[in-house]
C-alpha cells in the first residue's frame, strides 16, 4: 500500500473516533441536562388526616419518592423521620398531605388572632403616645410661626468650583456638629447639587443636630441636619417617629409575652 493511502486510512480512522468521542460526549451532557432535578428523594406525607396536637407515631407517616426538583427546603424528608416522630403538630394535616416544618409551628393561627385581639387595645394606646411624642417634639424644635430663612447660594470661581461645608471629625448620630468639626472644601460645579450646605452658611447650620452618623471628610447636607433654623427634613421626623416608637414598645412587647405564657401554661 502506497504511503499516500495508508495516511489516508490512518486519518479517516482518527477523524472518525475523534467525532464519536465528541458526540458521546455531547449526548452525554446533553442526557444530565435534561435529567436534572428529575432525580427521586423520600419525602414524608401523613396516612390519615390528622389534628392540632396529635402526637406523631410512625403509623401516621410514610415515604413517598418524587422529583428533587418539586420537594423545597419546607418539606420534611424522609431522613428526618425520627427527627419528628413524637412532636405534635400544631396545624391540621390532610391524609396525603406533605408534612411541612411549618405544622410544627409553635404558635397556630388561633393563638395568634387571640393574642392581637389581646394586644390591640395597648397597641392603639403605644400608637397614640408615639404620635403624641413626635407631635411635641417638632412644636418644641420648630415653631411654626418662625420662619426659616433660605440657604444662600453657591459662589462659583472662575474654575466653577464652589466651597461646601465637610466634616473634619466622625459624628454620632443625635450629636451636635460644633462649628470646630466644619471646614469648606472646593467641589467641581458637576458634583455641587442643592442638597449640599454652602460654606457661606457655617455659622447658620454650626451647633445643628445629625439625624445621621457622618464620617469625617464627607460632605454636609440639608437632609442630615436638624435644628430650628433649617429646613425640616424626612428623615429627622422618621428619626424621631423611631426614638418615640422604641421608648413605647417595651410594654408592648411585655404584654405579648405574657399572652403566651399564659396560654402555654393554660395547655
Not at 444530565?32 to 432525580?39: F, M
Not at 401523613?46 to 418539586?70: I, K, S
Not at 456638629?177 to 455659622?203: F, G, H, M, N, Y
Amino acid at each position: 500500500m502506497s504511503p499516500f493511502l495508508r495516511g489516508l486510512g490512518v486519518g479517516i480512522t482518527i477523524s472518525v473516533l475523534g467525532a464519536g468521542t465528541f458526540a458521546a460526549v455531547t449526548t452525554r451532557k446533553y442526557l444530565a441536562r435534561v435529567h436534572q432535578g428529575w432525580a427521586t428523594r423520600p419525602a414524608l406525607l401523613l396516612t390519615h388526616d390528622v389534628a392540632p396536637g396529635h402526637v406523631l407515631t410512625e403509623e401516621d407517616l410514610t415515604e413517598v419518592l418524587l422529583p428533587e426538583q418539586f420537594l423545597t427546603s419546607a418539606w420534611v424528608p424522609g431522613p428526618e423521620r425520627a427527627t419528628v416522630l413524637g412532636k405534635a403538630v400544631t396545624l391540621p394535616v390532610e391524609k396525603d398531605a406533605p408534612l411541612l416544618w411549618t405544622s410544627f409551628a409553635l404558635y397556630h393561627p388561633e393563638q395568634v388572632s387571640a393574642c392581637i385581639a389581646a394586644v390591640h387595645p395597648g397597641f392603639q394606646q403605644a400608637l397614640d403616645r408615639t404620635r403624641a411624642e413626635l407631635l411635641a417634639s417638632l412644636s418644641q424644635e420648630a415653631p411654626p410661626s418662625r420662619a426659616v430663612p433660605p440657604p444662600p447660594p453657591f459662589q462659583f470661581d472662575a474654575d466653577r468650583q464652589a466651597l461646601v461645608l465637610v466634616t473634619t471629625a466622625e459624628v454620632k448620630k443625635g450629636d451636635r456638629i460644633e462649628a470646630s468639626a466644619l471646614e469648606a472644601r472646593k467641589l467641581p460645579r458637576a458634583l455641587v447639587t442643592a442638597s449640599l450646605v454652602p460654606a457661606e452658611a457655617l455659622k447658620s447650620v454650626a451647633g445643628a443636630v445629625a439625624v445621621v452618623p457622618l464620617a469625617a471628610g464627607e460632605p454636609v447636607r440639608w437632609q442630615f441636619l436638624a435644628d430650628p433654623k433649617q429646613p425640616r427634613s424626612v428623615a429627622l421626623c422618621a428619626r424621631q417617629l423611631e426614638e418615640a416608637g422604641e421608648n413605647n414598645a417595651p410594654a408592648l412587647e411585655q404584654q405579648v409575652q405574657a399572652f403566651f405564657n399564659e396560654t402555654r401554661e393554660g395547655r
